[in-house]
């Protein structure tokens, strides 16, 4: 593909134009889950080159210029946009203040879009009608049956693309950090401090890979939860991508965190050094990326009413 390299303002003129150009390799990496259908071109690391979604957004690289002082030109209002988020603007103003990642239990109602096909029930989670309620783990139900390696869901203990709990430096660090311990609460407690202390807290617009996410030490929650998930099966716990909501400072932002089998399934979260996560955490998928596709069906449209907190 060929992009935008630099930008110049001719003499005179108002307009920022493309100066320089550059040939990019990409790979088209296209998602359909229930009908939606998400494509990417992404380049040799990772980083989007040109995307579309289905709720209507294009992002093409190309030279900063172009893409935002031509925008402020033609829309000055545009200003605010060097010191927006747009994480910010999708997130749902809570009508109740919670205690942030202190949350013991948590009902919601829950409108505006249709709630079949996400995985609300199960777990730490009841639905309802409308109407989730999430409980946090008591301590009694994070002590397993098992001892490491667990014997069972093999298939969530295995390696798969972006979670490659089977590479040596995978491997290597998952041992680092568990040693000896073979009680797997104990096990999940250590990989959830490490993570959480290991990679510093940044925005990411890549496809994260476990690998990557080990050698850079950066990310969002999605870079926190691929490299928690494969961590811990190279540990031989079984653990598995949530995605959903998530509260923070008077809002409900989009978030992912792991689960771990422990006798039952128990939400972590490395992004937030939770161990198990708070009831604020509102699960609406479990899986990988294409799962969390889903979720854009609830951007702009999800209706969400704290009914009580505790």
């Known amino acids: 593909m060929v992009v935008p390299d630099s930008a110049a303002l001719p003499a005179g003129g108002a307009v920022w134009v493309a100066a320089r150009w550059d040939t990019v390799h990409a790979w088209r990496v296209s998602q359909r889950v229930s009908g939606i259908e998400v494509q990417a071109w992404i380049d040799e690391s990772g980083q989007v080159v040109h995307a579309t979604s289905p709720v209507g957004f294009t992002m093409e690289r190309t030279a900063f210029e172009i893409a935002f002082e031509n925008f402020r030109r033609r829309d000055p209002s545009a200003a605010s946009l060097a010191s927006s988020d747009i994480i910010r603007q999708t997130a749902i103003a809570s009508n109740a203040t919670l205690p942030d990642r202190a949350a013991q239990s948590l009902r919601v109602r829950l409108g505006g879009v249709e709630l079949e096909g996400f995985d609300l029930s199960g777990g730490r989670q009841t639905l ?10 008591p301590s009694a139900r994070l ?6 390696p667990a014997d069972t869901l093999a298939e969530l203990r295995a390696p798969e693309p972006l979670i490659q709990s089977d590479d040596p430096r995978i491997v290597a660090q998952a041992r680092q950090i568990v040693g000896r311990e073979r009680n797997p609460r104990r096990a999940a407690r250590l990989l959830t401090t490490w993570v959480y202390d290991a990679l510093s807290k940044q925005i990411t617009l890549s496809v994260p890979s476990a690998v990557d996410v080990l050698e850079a030490r950066r990310g969002d929650c999605n870079e926190h939860t691929v490299l928690y998930v494969a961590l811990a099966r190279a540990a031989g716990i079984p653990a598995r991508t949530a995605a959903g909501l998530v509260y923070v400072d008077g809002s409900f932002y989009y978030h992912a965190w792991p689960e771990v089998f422990l006798g039952d399934w128990v939400a972590v979260d490395p992004t937030f050094d939770q161990f198990p996560a708070d009831a604020a955490h509102l699960r ?20 969400l009413e704290v009914v009580e907190a505790g």
Request: charged share 30%; aromatic share 6%.
């Open 128 to 137: 309802e009608g409308n109407v989730l309620t999430i409980t946090r783990e």
């Open 143 to 148: 002590d397993a049956a098992y001892r490491l």
């Open 284 to 303: 609406f998928t479990i899986g990988g990326l294409a799962r969390q596709v889903e979720l854009i069906r609830l951007i702009g449209r999800l209706e």
